[in-house]
C-alpha cells in the first residue's frame, strides 16, 4: 500500500556481523527517517531457516546459503516508516553486490549474491509473515522519535 505506514524486517546477515559494519548500515536507516523499532541478535536455526526462505525449497543455492546464514550470529531488525517496504528493499538495492548501483548497501559493500550483507521483505505481505517468524509482539516498540516529522511531507505523521 502507497503512503502508509509499515513496517519491515531486515537481517544484517553473518558478513555484516563479521565485518563490523552492523553499526553503518544501521546508521543509514536511522538518518534516512526510518524508526527502529524492534532488534535481536540471535544464531539462526534450520527450523527458522526453512520458515524464513520456504519460497527458495528446493533452490539450488539454499543448502549453501544456509550453512552460510548459520555460520555466526545475526541481527534482526524491525524497521518503521512511510512506505518502508520499498524504500528498504530499495536502500538495500539489487541482490547481487557486483550488479547493485553505488549508494545502496549492496553496491557500496559487497561483490557477492549469496554473502550480499543484508536481507530486506519482498513486500508488505512478506513483512508481515517474515516479523512473525522473529518476533513476539511484545519485542516490537512503539515510541515517539521527535524529529521524525522534518523527515517527511507535512500531514504524513
Ligand atoms: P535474501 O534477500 O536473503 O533472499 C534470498 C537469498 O538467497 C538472497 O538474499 C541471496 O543471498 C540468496 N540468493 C539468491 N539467488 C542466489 C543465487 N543465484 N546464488 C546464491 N545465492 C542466492
Not at 558478513?15 to 552492523?22: A, K, M, N, P, Q
Amino acid at each position: 500500500m502507497a503512503n502508509s505506514f509499515q513496517k519491515t524486517l531486515v537481517i544484517l546477515k553473518p558478513d555484516s556481523i563479521h565485518r563490523g559494519i552492523v553499526g553503518e548500515i544501521l546508521d543509514r536507516f536511522e538518518q534516512k527517517g526510518i524508526k527502529i523499532v524492534g532488534a535481536k541478535m540471535i544464531k539462526m536455526t534450520d527450523l527458522l531457516l526453512d520458515k524464513h526462505y520456504a519460497q527458495h525449497k528446493g533452490k539450488h543455492f539454499l543448502p549453501r546459503l544456509k550453512k552460510f546464514m548459520k555460520s555466526l550470529p545475526v541481527v534482526l531488525v524491525v524497521l518503521e516508516g512511510l512506505d518502508v517496504v520499498r524504500v528498504v528493499r530499495n536502500m538495500c538495492g539489487p541482490t547481487d553486490g557486483k550488479n547493485a548501483p553505488p549508494g545502496t548497501i549492496r553496491g557500496d559493500y559487497g561483490m557477492s549474491i549469496s554473502a550480499n550483507i543484508i536481507h530486506s521483505s519482498e513486500d508488505l505481505k512478506a513483512a508481515k509473515r517474515e516479523i512473525g517468524i522473529f518476533f513476539n509482539k511484545n519485542e516490537i516498540f512503539s515510541y515517539l522519535r521527535p524529529d521524525i516529522h522534518f523527515y517527511y511531507d507535512d500531514g504524513e505523521i
